[in-house]
């Protein structure tokens, strides 16, 4: 096990770096950092020659890979690092020098145990993408399909193990700090980081997870998930269908070849929702360079080592908060972030809605182009701070990747209104959801349910009161009783006819409840205008 003293050398060393690139500045001046973090930075930054301004995305860069994907995450949290961190943050290009071919070719054999001609007729000595964990290379299999190749770099688990352990160290201590430390979880912070990049260095799961979002996806037009040829795919290597087309990021080229630029964003936007908010399960790192355009007009998707997943509950309330956002129905979020326990029951409903109204007002009827999305997001983590929230993984992560979105479909169409845009989608889910028809077939799930698992509480009851052996046996029943009645299985009837009893006036007060006397509902769960 790593040593204390190990540790304090990384992050000294780290933080050296940090210092020459001015990105220990922030740290130093903020009046949250607690005082023995700063003078960690002070003795980091001594005699290091400064620069005016602080270039945070160069400096997690030249200290390596895992910083890189440290540097990505910490995007998400201005409230962590500060607004101007944050935003240079997000301009963090995940890209490195290739890893010399011989290097990628010994790596393919060496895992898969067989010469490389024998899984690809040509392979292409130079990378099309070189990225802090792995790089790709175009090829063509024997079978003559054309593929990309994604190897990881060598070495690269192993460094990226060592790394997150000293992160992990740091931030245990950080958080014993208490405070503003405390509540800002840096501990979970690091988790999700390990959790995430443990993802990205198994492309099996990587694979997986294309093969998943490809399934969920299926049904939308318009939107392609590469497949993935699993005969040559494993845990450093993973190998899929290539795609050809314009990156997403080429509006010229996109308009020269005819496409609607502005219909693209409206389905991008659309199709991250139906991602994040119908199957809750998202490509959750959705930047330009990750995004193509083909010839026919369909947006394709590659990349699939961070992936986000919502449970239905979420979802619902995820739904809800943007739908009420949209709508300018603030009391309605302010209740929804009580029930999912967002906020600590010490505050009040009616305090936490106007917070929200004044992060929410500005932005309402306004296209993209006229609102700044960083001044949003520090309204709402400030929000958070005046609230003691504390972060939520899941809606760091879905909020990381709607940033990303929103960057995308504003480059495709400087005029775009996200909340125009959205808000047809989400009000249409929500109806399906939580309409009285989905609540009328809930209730009629719960009672299949609570059927299904009838013979299992039977077999139960019975084991709990078995037949005793060797009892005398029962006198004669009278002439009138017709049914012959084991001891053993009195209980089985008494108990059907309870729960058969318990079940029908369950489904008799569900349909009360959805519907009144005269056969139409009572009060519908959601007021969706329209």
């Not at 997870?209 to 049904?219: F, I, Q, T």
């Not at 739908?323 to 929804?336: C, P």
């Not at 504390?390 to 909340?419: C, F, R, S």
């Amino acid at each position: 096990m790593t040593g204390h003293v190990t540790h304090l050398w990384r992050l000294l060393k780290w933080g050296r770096t940090l210092a020459r690139h001015g990105a220990l500045t922030g740290i130093e001046k903020d009046r949250n950092t607690p005082p023995p973090v700063r003078r960690l930075a002070r003795i980091a930054r001594f005699g290091a020659r400064v620069p005016k301004e602080p270039r945070y995305a160069e400096a997690f860069q030249a200290i390596g890979p895992a910083a890189i994907k440290l540097g990505q995450s910490l995007a998400t949290r201005p409230d962590l690092v500060g607004e101007d961190a944050a935003h240079d943050l997000l301009t963090l290009q995940d890209a490195l020098p290739p890893v010399p071919v011989a290097a990628i070719r010994a790596e393919i054999e060496g895992t898969f145990g067989r010469p490389l001609e024998s899984l690809y007729s040509s392979f292409d000595d130079v990378a099309v993408g070189a990225a802090s964990i792995a790089q790709v290379h175009k090829a063509v299999t024997t079978e003559g399909r054309v593929v990309a190749v994604k190897v990881l770099r060598p070495g690269i688990r192993e460094r990226f193990s060592r790394d997150i352990e000293t992160y992990e160290w740091a931030a245990a201590h950080l958080e014993q700090l208490g405070g503003e430390a405390s509540r800002l979880r840096p501990r979970l912070v690091i988790a999700n980081l390990k959790r995430w990049t443990a993802r990205e260095l198994d492309l099996r799961r990587e694979a997986a997870s294309a093969s998943e979002l490809a399934e969920h996806m299926a049904a939308v037009p318009g939107y392609i998930i590469p497949q993935i040829d699993w005969d040559r795919t494993n845990g450093r290597v993973m190998t899929l269908e290539w795609i050809d087309g314009i990156k997403i990021s080429d509006r010229a080229a996109l308009i020269a070849a005819g496409h609607d630029v502005k219909d693209l964003a409206k389905r991008l936007v659309n199709t991250f929702l139906r991602q994040a908010i119908a199957d809750g399960f998202f490509h959750a790192d959705m930047h330009q360079g990750n995004l193509f355009v083909t010839a026919d007009g369909s947006i394709a998707a590659i990349d699939f080592g961070i992936m986000g997943r919502i449970d239905r509950r979420a979802r619902l309330w995820l739904a809800e908060i943007l739908y009420g956002l949209i709508t300018g129905n603030y009391q309605r979020v302010a209740e929804i972030h009580f029930e999912a326990q967002y906020v600590p029951a010490h505050h009040t409903v009616g305090e936490f809605a106007t917070a929200l109204r004044a992060v929410g007002e500005p932005m309402r009827g306004k296209p993209v182009s006229e609102l700044s999305v960083g001044q949003m997001l520090d309204g709402l983590f400030a929000i958070t701070r005046d609230f003691d929230m504390q972060t939520q993984p899941h809606l760091l992560l879905l909020q990381k990747t709607m940033v990303m979105v929103e960057g995308v479909a504003t480059m495709l169409d400087p005029q775009i209104n996200m909340w125009d845009v959205s808000g047809p989608y989400v009000k249409a889910w929500l109806r399906d959801e939580l309409g009285p028809e989905a609540k009328l077939a809930d209730s009629l799930f719960d009672v299949a349910e609570t059927v299904r698992r009838l013979p299992g509480l039977i077999r139960r009851l019975e084991d709990a009161y078995p037949d005793p052996g060797g009892a005398p046996p029962p006198p004669p029943l009278p002439d009138v009783q017709v049914l012959e009645l084991r001891r053993g299985s009195v209980w089985r009837y008494i108990t059907v006819a309870i729960i058969a009893a318990a079940l029908g006036a369950t489904a008799m007060w569900a349909f009360g409840r959805l519907h009144g006397p005269h056969g139409h509902p009572t009060r519908p769960p959601v007021e969706l205008p329209g």
